[in-house]
């Protein structure tokens, strides 16, 4: 039972093959900012995208007719509840025209759907970004039309809780956790009996500062930026995510690069990297204030948790609040092919996305 998994990102995809729960090989083919920019939307970039994962196929002696189901990563759609679907063409119209915002995580659905057709096999998604569980009270944001919004690394943050949960010999449905996920975006949730009540909107502007995005800035000082006439709309989104965070202070998202110049004595980049951290640890402490002291676990999870400069701060941060468990990286792979084999095996059950 052979499933090719799909992960889009902004200059890669990470592509898997796996047989039942056994990696087989995996890749992350990189992509040129120069040539995706010859793309003028997100949607363009699909025929180039599907021919890079057909090369990564042939390279590796596959044939595309001996893959049993196609999964890829969920992109921005309507907020659904968390599970597994069926690429339909209801998803795919939002996806592709980008309705609910544009991530180069879109194209994975669509991706997995064109491939699979092709062999006339089943596509899907899991766990998109979108996944909505939070609280009526965790959704009011102090201003009447304004609601918060969750959009968080839904995949990764209920994949490593599973991982904690299962190794204590528990069900990640009957314990209760904070995960962090320290990325390129960094969302905190708060994992209350298989449910996230409440999360930060990781690519909108809310929650900490990360390399690359801004988080929860000052609402004067943005209204006044928005209304000075010296951006556009467009431009004022890619200050947000794209150019806040780390590349805003020091021209780089690159955390390992920012470690090196705190190492040569550079001031103002150890200055900014402790207040990520010092932001990273309001947003955790500010979801353990609501626990109640009925915490199991805080998580840290994402490609940050490499970071010494980052950990061994927040590690200090956080030791006062219980047991810290750390899963550096990411198992975005291996967890949409989990849940691929988990219904394929009559585990869960398929959601329909209408």
């Not at 996944?131 to 102090?142: L, P, R, T």
């Not at 150019?243 to 103002?268: K, W």
């Not at 932001?279 to 840290?300: C, F, M």
Request: one cysteine or more.
């Amino acid at each position: 039972m052979k499933t090719l998994v799909i992960n889009p990102g902004s200059t890669s995809t990470k592509v898997a093959l796996f047989d039942e729960l056994k990696l087989v090989i995996k890749e992350t083919i990189r992509h040129s900012s120069k040539k995706l920019q010859k793309y003028d939307d997100l949607y363009e970039q699909t025929p180039f995208r599907k021919k890079v994962i057909l090369t990564f196929l042939k390279k590796n002696n596959i044939d595309i007719k001996s893959i049993d189901s196609f999964i890829g990563r969920g992109g921005l759609m309507k907020p659904v509840k968390s599970g597994i679907y069926e690429v339909n063409n209801k998803m795919v119209e939002d996806l592709s025209t980008c309705k609910y915002g544009v991530h180069a995580s879109n194209l994975g659905g669509i991706l997995a759907r064109e491939l699979a057709d092709q062999v006339s096999k089943k596509s899907y998604i899991a766990d998109p970004v979108v996944v909505d569980e939070m609280s009526s009270v965790a959704k009011i944001s102090g201003l009447n039309g304004i609601s918060r919004r969750p959009l968080w690394h839904t995949l990764n943050q209920k994949a490593v809780a599973r991982r904690y949960a299962e190794s204590l010999g528990n069900k990640y449905e009957q314990m209760n956790f904070i995960v962090a996920h320290l990325g390129g975006g960094i969302s905190v949730g708060l994992h209350k009996r298989g449910r996230v009540t409440d999360v930060n909107n990781a690519l909108d502007g809310d929650g900490p500062f990360t390399p690359e995005r801004t988080g929860g800035l000052p609402v004067s000082g943005v209204y006044e930026l928005a209304l000075s006439g010296q951006y556009s709309l467009k431009q004022l989104r890619k200050l947000n995510h794209g150019f806040g965070g780390l590349v805003s202070y020091l021209n780089t998202s690159d955390a390992e690069e920012v470690s090196v110049m705190i190492s040569e004595g550079h001031v103002m980049a150890k200055r900014v990297m402790k207040a990520m951290v010092y932001q990273i640890a309001k947003e955790i402490g500010s979801l353990y204030a609501v626990t109640r002291g009925n915490l199991d676990a805080i998580i840290i999870t994402g490609g940050l948790a490499y970071n010494n400069d980052v950990m061994q701060l927040l590690l200090e941060y956080l030791d006062h609040l219980g047991k810290v468990i750390v899963f550096p990286g990411e198992d975005e792979l291996e967890a949409l092919n989990y849940n691929v084999y988990n219904l394929l095996i009559g585990k869960i059950e398929l959601n329909n996305y209408i």
